[in-house]
């Protein structure tokens, strides 16, 4: 492909940015948010400031810590007020207080996916379904999330589930806060006050509603979600215009802040030579055909308007965007944190409570210990009043530290292996999958060949996904077993400083030939690759080496001894064969 | 909240429709699952169901819902009645609850009424979403997010139809018969094999690719968005038709016979596939005939089979869970093989 697509330059991301902010002050729940990457400083401060000045005055504003408990997140007994008054009252949560407002997620990419699940939960309902602490009531919840995302890298992105449900994705990585000074873009508050008012009355044609679905689909954006986003978002901007009618120009403006960000694909017509260009990964979309040789849809379209104007808008962008979004895509298909080991002996599953009193490392179940006070009231002060606790009645939550076994599966893919054994070695590691899914255990996967190692399956316990990247795993080239070992201690490491338990399983035939650094020299690389794995062993991480070389081979051996890892080979063993050697060693 | 989605408004999707159908023509399918892509209105769906179903009978001032008709599956309350009393009977909506991600157990499964114990020092049972549940559907969004203590506990009571609680000095035992519906993107992590096989019809749901049907279906969604009233009126007469055939269904579902032919085709069919244990087989059939009652039919045929195989049998497929994009096309080859080309 030739250069690299240019950057949009500075001021056109701040004045999109603008606009962003300005749409979601019109209609900041329809909207749902925005997807805010930007490390922590002036600059997100100064959009964050622009969003909030739009909105009327005393909209709630509200930032969700990383770590907050279901108790503050939905609501659930208010402890002070029931002790007070000797009965049962309830305190509304974080969400419900932000009705009609807006609330912040600060560090998004390290959010759990069960806070994640129970947000998206909310942002569709628009209101807060509780069932906890004795209480089940509904309470509106009109909000609109800002999902702040410091992701320094790929690796780290916000829940997809959190993602898809609001309309912007803003970035402003490159931005200083000299791009983002001087002058006032966005419109005055008065303005999108008036356009919040005229809203309800915007229609949006027909052929408007196609062109945008049309476009996305060109896009190569899958979720229907995003299509009828954009839509949301033209009908507020010929609001903010103050048109009752969405306009082609209010389209393209959707079109380019909704649509764009999260195209994973070029649209075909304006650039052949993209036609290589990686359609979206997952197996939902492998058999779609390009949408813009569907002839039932071709014909019905009255969209090249729209279409001709996202092309001349977004060129520049979509390249980078594109891109960008397809790597997103990627690790987002990673779903990484699913299965994060708590930190503390307080925390884990909640699996039911226990007499006894709280102190060291336990707590107290607030709402068990009522409930085993409550008989007792009439008796202790004849029911007035405040609540009587005593020490019998002291109930302590029981939690079950669920340490997650993640195994590391650390694949020579060089081309000594390649040839005979990849083909095995993948069949086997599937195998193996099928035994950690019974297990409820994570997988991760990484490959080495050519010159370095790549995680081609950060830890997940998605099946499906391992599969995929598996299959797609290539094969050839040099054997820098060093480099794979010290991915997989590293990755161990990462794993065990988050209280799991990693194990380490290669297959290699042991035979390495591309050193540390790179140079291509047998000795070098079989004294590299030594070094590697007893740092293995010094790091304490369990390990196993599957010989995977037709006749078993000294090096192999070495290196497990050197690893303190058991020594399997395996010479002509089948896929299934292998699965059962490991589940006995392991 | 406004008036729902309504169901026969739903573009596409027609599997998911069907299993949910079927599930409510007969509760004792057992379930359906649906999981797939986000954004392909799995939500919606279940809760258009809510809406479409007719109104059920209950007895009056049960807590459980108790069917009138039902004595045998009454509740400790409904039984301790004196003989000879006459029953009062509500028509009630059939549940349809949501178990919401967070939920903590005393709200699941009931617990000491706290308000009456402290204010009044009464022992009370405060029934929870299960009780709620009978009779209807339990409905759980993104249940592979699920606390596993709360899947065990949701796994005992769906086999048993039974809620029985001991906590807190209380014993209380209770029926909670229902149709459990689960829906969740694999994305997030897969769902336990237990819980997986509890689910009598699994539904994979994909986002349209076809793009007049994404139009038709962000229309749609943008209209009802706009004025609920107005589409839901639109859309009256096809969810009466839709109610009407439900009903009728349920009447004719007793008088569906099940030829010994189809029965033999089932076993078959299962025994090619692999799958384990007789829940496939059973299921199939139940859910053929739910649909042969649909149909109007008097006995269960081919088309009936073939429709619904692939829901019934494609999450029991013994496996390599790995390929689980594979199972649907290995029903389909099976369906080929016995009944021919479609």
Redesign the interface.
């Known amino acids: 492909m030739t250069p690299g697509p240019a950057a949009p330059s500075a001021p056109t991301v701040w004045r999109d940015a603008a606009h962003a902010a300005a749409l979601l002050a019109v209609d900041p729940h329809?909207l749902g948010g925005a997807w805010l990457r930007a490390p922590a400083g002036d600059v997100r401060e100064r959009w964050l400031a622009a969003l909030r000045r739009l909105l009327p005055e005393g909209t709630p504003w509200r930032r969700v810590p990383l770590g907050i408990p279901?108790a503050r997140?939905?609501g659930g007994m208010d402890l002070a007020a029931t002790l007070a008054s000797?009965?049962?009252v309830a305190q509304q949560g974080l969400l419900a207080d932000a009705d009609n407002g807006v609330v912040l997620l600060p560090m998004a990419e390290r959010l759990a996916?069960?806070t994640a699940?129970?947000l998206a939960?909310v942002l569709?309902?628009g209101?807060v379904?509780?069932?906890?602490?004795?209480?089940?009531f509904d309470a509106p919840a009109r909000v609109a999330a800002i999902v702040l995302d410091e992701g320094a890298d790929d690796d780290e992105r916000p829940p997809?589930?959190l993602v898809?449900r609001v309309a912007f994705c803003v970035d402003l990585t490159a931005l200083s806060l000299r791009d983002v000074g001087g002058e006032e873009i966005t419109p005055s508050a008065a303005r999108v006050a008036q356009a919040r008012a005229l809203l309800?009355d915007v229609r949006?044609p027909?052929d408007i509603?196609?062109a945008?679905?049309?476009a996305a689909?060109a896009l190569g954006i899958?979720?229907?979600?995003v299509?009828?986003h954009a839509?949301r978002a033209a009908r507020a901007a010929a609001a903010l215009a103050g048109r009752r009618d969405v306009a082609q120009e209010d389209a393209a403006l959707a079109a380019r802040l909704v649509l764009a960000p999260r195209a994973t694909r070029i649209p075909a017509s304006e650039d052949g030579a993209d036609a290589d260009e990686s359609p979206p990964e997952?197996?939902?979309?492998a058999?779609?055909?390009p949408?813009h040789d569907?002839p039932?849809?071709a014909d019905?379209?009255p969209d090249e308007l729209v279409l001709a104007a996202v092309h001349a808008l977004l060129p520049p962008q979509v390249l980078a965007l594109a891109r960008d979004a397809a790597r997103w895509r990627r690790r987002?298909?990673s779903?990484g944190r699913?299965g994060h080991a708590q930190a503390s002996a307080l925390r884990g599953?909640?699996?039911?409570v226990a007499r006894g009193e709280p102190g060291r490392g336990t707590r107290l179940a607030v709402?068990?210990t009522?409930?085993?006070a409550?008989?007792?009231?009439?008796?202790r002060d004849g029911?007035r009043g405040r609540?009587q606790v005593r020490k019998d009645d002291f109930r302590i939550a029981r939690f079950r530290q669920h340490t997650t076994t993640t195994t590391v599966f650390v694949v020579d893919a060089s081309g000594s292996s390649a040839a005979h054994r990849l083909a095995e070695a993948k069949g086997a590691v599937?195998l193996l999958?099928?035994e950690c899914?019974?297990r409820?255990d994570r997988v991760a996967l990484i490959a080495f060949r050519g010159t370095g190692s790549e995680l081609v399956l950060p830890p997940t316990?998605?099946?499906?996904?391992?599969?995929r990247g598996l299959a797609g795993l290539p094969g050839g080239g040099g054997t820098p077993l060093a480099a794979g070992l010290d991915a997989a201690r590293a990755l161990a490491d990462a794993l065990a400083r988050r209280g799991e338990s990693p194990t380490i399983v290669l297959l290699t035939d042991g035979r390495a030939n591309v050193a540390r650094d790179g140079a291509h020299s047998r000795e070098r690389a079989a004294a590299d690759a030594q070094a590697a794995a007893r740092a293995i062993r010094a790091a304490g991480v369990a390990a196993i080496v599957i010989d995977t070389s037709p006749q078993p081979q000294p090096q192999a051996r070495d290196l497990a001894a050197a690893m303190d890892a058991r020594y399997l080979p395996l010479p002509h063993a089948d896929a299934a064969m292998l699965s059962r050697a490991l589940a006995l060693a392991s | 909240m406004a008036a729902p989605y309504p169901f026969s408004a739903i573009v596409g999707q027609d599997e998911m429709k069907l299993a949910l159908l079927a599930a409510a023509i007969d509760p004792s399918i057992g379930g359906v699952l649906v999981f797939g892509d986000r954004g392909t209105g799995k939500s919606t769906a279940v809760r258009a169901l809510a809406a479409l179903l007719p109104p059920m009978d209950a007895v009056a001032g049960c807590r459980y819902g108790c069917d009138p008709a039902a004595p045998d599956a009454w509740c400790e309350e409904c039984r301790a009645r004196p003989r000879g009393t006459t029953i009062k009977t509500r028509r009630v909506p059939v549940p349809v609850v949501d178990l919401p991600l967070g939920a903590t157990e005393d709200r699941v499964v009931g617990a000491l009424d706290l308000e009456r114990a402290l204010a009044h020092g009464v022992k009370a049972f405060e029934p929870g979403l299960l009780a709620r549940a009978n009779r209807g559907f339990l409905y759980i969004d993104e249940a592979n997010l699920l606390e596993d203590h709360l899947v065990d506990l949701l796994l005992d009571v769906a086999a048993s139809g039974e809620n029985v609680v001991e906590r807190e000095g209380l014993s209380v035992r209770h029926p909670a018969r229902f149709v459990l519906v689960g829906s969740g993107n694999p994305e997030e992590g897969e769902l336990r094999p237990q819980l997986l096989d509890r689910f009598g019809l699994s539904v994979d749901v994909r986002t349209p690719t076809d793009l007049p049907t994404r139009i038709e279906v962000v229309r749609r969604r943008d209209t009802y968005e706009r004025d609920p009233k107005a589409f839901v009126a639109r859309f009256r007469t096809d969810e009466a038709r839709l109610r009407r055939s439900i009903v009728a269904a349920r009447a004719h579902l007793p008088d569906v016979t099940v030829p010994d032919a189809v029965l033999e085709r089932a076993a078959k069919l299962c025994m090619s596939l692999g799958t384990d244990g007789l829940r496939g087989e059973l299921t199939l059939v139940r859910a053929a005939r739910a649909l042969a009652a649909q149909d109007g039919v008097a006995a269960v045929g081919d088309a009936q089979m073939k429709r619904i195989a692939p829901a019934a049998l494609r999450h029991r497929l013994r496996r390599n869970p790995l390929d689980d994009a594979g199972s649907t096309v290995r029903v389909e080859r099976a369906l080929a093989e016995f009944f021919g080309s479609a």
Not at chain 1, 222 to 225: A, E, G, K
């Open positions: 329809g279901d997140l939905l000797g009965r049962p996916p069960g699940a129970r939960a569709d309902r209101e379904v509780l069932a906890r602490d004795g209480f089940a997809a589930a898809d309800p949006a027909g509603v196609d945008l679905c049309a689909w899958v979720s229907l979600r299509p009828a839509l997952s197996s939902a979309e058999t779609d055909s949408p569907d039932a849809g019905r379209i987002s298909a779903g699913a599953r909640p699996v039911g709402v068990e009522l409930r085993a409550a008989p007792w009231q009439r008796l029911g609540v599937e999958l099928a899914y019974v409820r316990r998605s099946l499906a996904r391992a599969k």
